[in-house]
């Protein structure tokens, strides 16, 4: 595809869904495309907030997998056990409730997905931005914590190296 053609598909998209934004009153496409990444969204579908709806919720999705990791990290990669070490117990309870607040989603998107209403899907849409924006902030100061924090615990030097 050629750059033009790239524009051209972007600017139909942007056009679908300022149509859109009106009839439901979602938010302006820049700020929800800066966060989930819609633009690549192919606008030649008659149902084009599914279709965005169901990116958000890919999105929202890869968050909770993340939480999920940090607050059991019984199956994660090694490297998450002394990451999760860094973490107090505030911390936890703060992911804790971001992961209740994503994992409700999950219920929601399956609804969705089983009986497709198009206002339903704007909600949705709204709704998942809103709760995101909530969260941003607190999940940003955890992962802050996880990639500079000091490990508080002792270190006991018992490693087993086999």
Do not use: H
Not at 56 to 65: F, P
Request: proline share 2%.
């Amino acid at each position: 595809m050629t750059p033009k053609e790239i524009n051209s598909c972007l600017d139909e998209l942007k056009l679908k869904y300022n149509e859109l934004s009106k009839k439901y009153d979602l938010v302006d496409f820049y700020e929800l495309n800066k966060i989930f990444d819609i633009e690549e969204i192919d606008s030649e579908t008659d149902f084009l907030l599914r279709k965005i709806r169901r990116v958000v919720a890919d999105r929202i999705a890869g968050y909770l997998r993340f939480v999920e990791l940090i607050l059991s990290p019984s199956n994660a990669p090694m490297f998450f056990f002394k990451l999760v070490q860094k973490l107090e117990e505030p911390d936890k309870i703060v992911l804790g409730e971001i992961y209740e607040k994503l994992g409700n989603f999950e219920i929601e998107i399956i609804a969705l997905d089983l009986d497709y209403n198009e206002k339903d899907e704007a909600d949705a849409i709204m709704k998942m931005y809103k709760v995101f924006l909530e969260i941003k902030k607190n999940l940003l100061k955890i992962i802050k914590t996880l990639s500079n924090g000091v490990n508080k615990k002792r270190d006991l030097n018992r490693s087993y190296f086999g």
